[in-house]
């Protein structure tokens, strides 16, 4: 069949209106299921191509969401794009990445990229060395439905997607301490963001909690890398009474904690365990396998998705029935590098 078949012809073959084929085909309300899936079996019998750019003149919309993540290199993102993507193919969105390579100026490109592309919305989350969010600011008041994930900031009142961090690092310290553990330290990451300093206060939180006093020279404050849980456990070991274990910010800053203790020949679990957060992959295929806060990264993505998409369908504005923040709760996975007993 020819290639220029239109609404009006699935229309005419299946005896309904032009507008519910409309609907069906776009996955909009006010369609069965039933509908939805028979007008779609047509189209694609019918070699029905959808012409983009008369419909996104028409509609105002182009069915893309634009997608900015820290750093490709990390499992966790892209574990929750795959959660982003599934919720798109559902809906006819497309999706377009930006990766920003924990820099705000790539960030900023990021936004000026997808708002010339004109996308229906954009889900983000914040780059470690972002300090000045003007440039998310922008978004908003140019009306364009934005969500954060992972990394939000509340200060600027944008929805947001996160799991809950302070019980994570709660559990984690917890944990240790129930290992029997004595002196349980913790690698920080930067404190501008909120999941880090909320990590930071669960962990002081449980130590208070189970009698144990917080003492501040077992804080080390780093830039959330494997370079940095190598510099922690140098520092730690140089105490006059170094700690036991350790609860690291998040896995790679673990992964360097374990190298460097390796390193040193210390024993892990038996003289120092070590607790990550955020479940990478490599955890269970490193010796020992590595304890961890799994933050139920594809369910992220997929909220985050529903989330944008209730913006969307209101045209970008926050009603009282919009939810403005979804927190979901951390898994734990503890595993050979904290097991202790």
């Known amino acids: 069949m020819n290639n220029k078949v239109t609404i009006a012809d699935i229309a005419k073959e299946l005896n309904l209106t032009g507008a519910t084929v409309s609907r069906a085909l776009n996955n909009r309300k006010g369609t069965s299921e039933e509908t939805r899936k028979l007008v779609q079996a047509a189209a694609e019998k019918m070699n029905y191509r959808r012409d983009r750019i008369a419909w996104s003149l028409r509609s105002g919309r182009t069915n ?13 993102f892209g574990s929750v794009v795959h959660g982003i993507e599934s ?33 229906d919305g954009i889900l983000a989350s914040i780059a470690k060395e972002t300090m000045e969010f003007s440039h998310y600011l922008e978004i ?17 009142n944008i929805p947001s997607v996160v799991v809950d961090d302070f019980k994570g690092a709660y559990y984690a310290t917890e944990h240790l301490l129930k290992q029997g553990y004595q002196r349980v330290a913790h690698i920080a990451g930067q404190q501008h963001l909120k999941i880090f300093k909320d990590r930071l206060e669960g962990y002081k939180a449980a130590l208070t909690d189970n009698g144990v006093p917080v ?67 490599f955890d269970e295929h ?10 139920q990264t594809v369910e992220m993505g997929k909220e985050a998705f529903r989330l944008l998409m209730e913006l969307i369908e209101g045209n970008g504005v926050v009603s009282q029935q919009t939810r403005t923040k979804v927190v979901l709760d951390p898994v734990t996975r503890f595993r050979q590098s904290s097991q202790k007993r």
């Open 286 to 295: 490193i010796t020992p396998s590595l304890s961890s806060i799994d933050q």
């Open 140 to 156: 908003k008041e140019r009306g364009v439905p934005l969500v954060f994930f992972d990394r939000a900031n509340d200060s600027l």
């Open 215 to 281: 003492e501040e020279e077992l804080v080390f404050f780093g830039d959330v890398s494997i370079h940095a849980g190598r510099q922690a456990i140098q520092y730690f070991l140089s105490l006059s009474q170094p700690p036991d274990a350790v609860f690291a910010v998040e896995d790679f800053t673990a992964l360097g904690a374990v190298k460097e203790l390796k390193d040193k020949h210390i024993d892990i679990p038996g003289a120092f365990g070590v607790i990550g957060f955020a479940n990478e992959s």
């Open 87 to 119: 919720m798109a193919n559902q809906h006819g969105y497309n999706v377009l990445i930006y990766q920003s390579n924990e820099q705000p100026e790539y960030e900023k490109k990021a936004i000026e990229t997808f708002l010339s592309t004109r996308v």
């Open 64 to 76: 893309i969401i634009g997608v900015i993540i820290p750093s490709a290199e990390i499992n966790f």
